[in-house]
């Protein structure tokens, strides 16, 4: 629990959920306990889909979710985002306990272990969603348009939406995890390269011991594409299946499809420089145990250039430097597997495959 406290941040999630009481009514349940955002995010968007949306449905006949199934995205994309969050933050304390950040061999000056605390501080991600929230109400006054929402969706489901499932739900989780995706893989990498880690040459995984860091890198990617594609379909649909399906909002134009390409481009982006740079990080302590082992094998041989079995002088040693030349040069300098690079590829060239399909003529 204390390795928990000390490099898992607090999520803004948690923080509210806290406030609303979740945690005490997690606590009530029967049967084992419920993690409080979970029921919050259940609570919160059922309330929404699951009683106003149905009411527009039968009772006024407005827009719902049962004609329009791809509204679904959203409260998919903010189910996916408290999961994937969790996973995030649990997954960093994870790759930072096995990077031996609070070990005794680790020499760490004590201002750069503090660091790695967490990924962002919680003034830097409150000051964020405030400025979110801001941009967001701006885009539903000036764009959206409150009268419209109302005529479309009716106002009971209107003010619910703009007063409890936007504010305290879906935009501080999709906020948060945007920032610890741009922490997990533009300020770690830095902060890896800052600290001078040393490989674990005798992991069994052949990765130094920096496989929980790319299994970090990689599905923290893979929940960012996942989001991209529930975005792309929660917009995409109706104009897809425009013959079963139709929408009240108008279909996305050129605007849309220049921002989701260029959401696309800063994930791919991100995830080439956060492999990139801790590959140049295990490279780096590689070539260096390797040049250090080549000087001690030197030391243990009469002539370095004469390769004869008379010329070893300490022959003990001699297979030990040999036995650790192995492990070393077994290490891989990318902390990911090729099956892992494959599932990459295939998640970085998804969203923008389907985006170019969907413009091309029919």
């Not at 919680?122 to 400025?131: E, F, K, N």
């Not at 948060?176 to 880690?197: K, M, N, T, V, W």
């Not at 492999?275 to 000087?295: A, P």
């Amino acid at each position: 629990m204390g390795e928990m406290e000390t490099y898992r941040d607090r999520l803004l999630i948690e923080i509210i959920a806290e406030k609303l009481y979740f945690g005490r009514l997690s606590d009530a349940l029967p049967g084992r306990d419920i993690y409080p955002p979970y029921l919050f995010v259940i609570v919160g968007l059922f309330i929404e889909y699951g009683l106003f949306d149905v009411y527009n449905h039968l009772i006024s006949g407005k827009s719902s979710f049962l004609a329009q199934p791809n509204t679904l995205a959203i409260p998919a994309m903010t189910v996916l985002g408290v999961v994937g969050l969790r996973y995030i933050h649990d997954s960093y304390v994870t790759a930072m306990v096995n990077l031996g950040v609070d070990d005794d061999h680790v020499d760490l000056d004590e201002a750069l272990r503090r660091e790695f605390e967490g990924l962002v501080s919680l003034r830097v991600r409150v000051a964020g969603y405030v400025a979110t929230l801001v941009v967001y109400y701006a885009f539903v006054a000036v764009v959206l348009g409150i009268p419209q929402l109302i005529e479309i969706s009716g106002i009971g489901l209107v003010l619910y939406a703009q007063t409890v499932t936007f504010p305290l739900i879906i935009i501080p989780i999709l906020f948060e995890l945007g920032i610890s995706y741009i922490g997990i893989h533009l300020i770690i990498p830095r902060r890896l390269a800052a600290a001078d880690f040393g490989l674990f040459f005798y992991d069994p995984r052949n990765l130094g011991g920096f496989e929980p860091i790319g299994e970090l890198l990689k599905r923290s990617y893979y929940i960012y594409t996942a989001i991209l594609l529930l975005w792309f379909l929660q917009t995409h649909t109706p104009v897809i299946l425009s013959q079963f399906v139709s929408s009240p909002y108008p279909a996305p134009g050129p605007i849309f499809q220049t921002a989701l390409s260029a959401v696309w481009i800063a994930g791919v982006v991100t995830i080439v420089y956060s492999m990139s740079k801790t590959h140049s990080i295990m490279k780096r302590k590689k070539e260096e145990k390797i040049r250090s082992l080549e000087e001690e094998l030197k030391r243990v041989v009469n002539d370095p250039y004469d390769a004869t079995l008379f010329n070893i002088e300490d022959r003990e040693r001699y297979e030990e430097v040999q036995e650790t030349i192995s492990h070393v040069k077994d290490t891989r300098t990318y902390p990911t597997t090729f099956a892992m690079w494959s599932q990459i590829f295939i998640s970085v060239l998804l969203p923008q495959a389907l985006n170019m399909v969907v413009q091309l003529p029919g």
